[in-house]
């Protein structure tokens, strides 16, 4: 499967991913609207599944020292090509189930945005996500991109297999239970792009004007359950408490 992971991201468009459209822009923009609020200033970061890093440039300018990795080295070089690598601490591959190559404790935050979406067991989650936290330190914030199962995938994909074996979809509750395992209380749960399911085109089709103002009001309610559950994709913020049981 990690072959085939690999494979996907050296074919697919994931640099212009979160800006195809509005509608893909909804993730991107709640993704950093959490990030401005709960980051402080001048933090040590991991953004252990970088992809081609618009997260860490994006972090990086407001002033954090960012290490970037990604399993896919494709995705490495990408990031190494771009005019601001110089602006991030480290690029690197790296495999979250293994980070043997960052000590324990050394960062202030670990974001983990796509590993979960790959992994086909509650077993190699909590290997991601242990690993995600031992690398944190103490009291510091852990962040989980995962792919939400609502009921319209469920239709179209029965089971938890949502594409060509290599996308597995996890559900907020499972997320919140592997990350309390693995030693972190939950401070958010977002749901990160909301019912573009169903109002895509009309968001794309939308003035700047009054796509800022769904924004602005989608902020307001991308914590309740039913954003959540009628997302693609969420987001899991938790402050590490404890180390992870083994």
């Not at 401070?187 to 004007?209: F, K, P, V, W």
């Amino acid at each position: 499967m990690l072959e085939n992971v690999i494979q996907f991201y050296e074919n697919y468009d994931e640099d212009g991913r979160l800006f195809r459209d509005k509608a893909h822009m909804i993730e991107y923009l709640t993704t950093i609207h959490y990030f401005d609020r709960m980051f402080t200033s001048d933090l040590q970061i991991l953004d252990a599944c970088a992809g081609t890093g618009r997260y860490s440039f994006y972090l990086a300018d407001k002033g954090h020292i960012v290490t970037a990795c990604d399993l896919v080295e494709y995705n490495a070089d990408i990031i190494k090509s771009k005019p601001d690598a110089d602006k991030l601490s480290g690029i690197s591959v790296c495999n979250v189930l293994d980070m043997s190559q960052f000590e324990q404790n050394s960062f202030d935050v670990v974001l983990c945005m796509g590993a979960l979406y790959h992994l086909d067991s509650i077993g190699l989650k909590e290997k991601a996500v242990s690993e995600c936290t031992r690398v944190c330190k103490m009291g510091g914030i852990v962040v989980l991109a995962y792919i939400v199962d609502n009921p319209k995938r469920r239709l179209k994909n029965p089971g938890h297999c949502i594409y060509d074996g290599i996308f597995f979809s996890s559900g907020p509750r499972k997320i919140e239970k592997i990350a309390a395992k693995c030693g972190l209380e939950k401070m958010r749960n977002i749901g990160t792009d909301g019912l573009i399911y169903n109002t895509g085109i009309e968001l794309n089709e939308a003035s700047d004007a009054d796509f800022e103002k769904y924004m602005d009001h989608y902020y307001l309610i991308c914590e309740d359950e039913s954003s959540i559950e009628a997302s693609i994709h969420g987001l899991y913020i938790g402050k590490k408490i404890k180390n992870s049981k083994k």
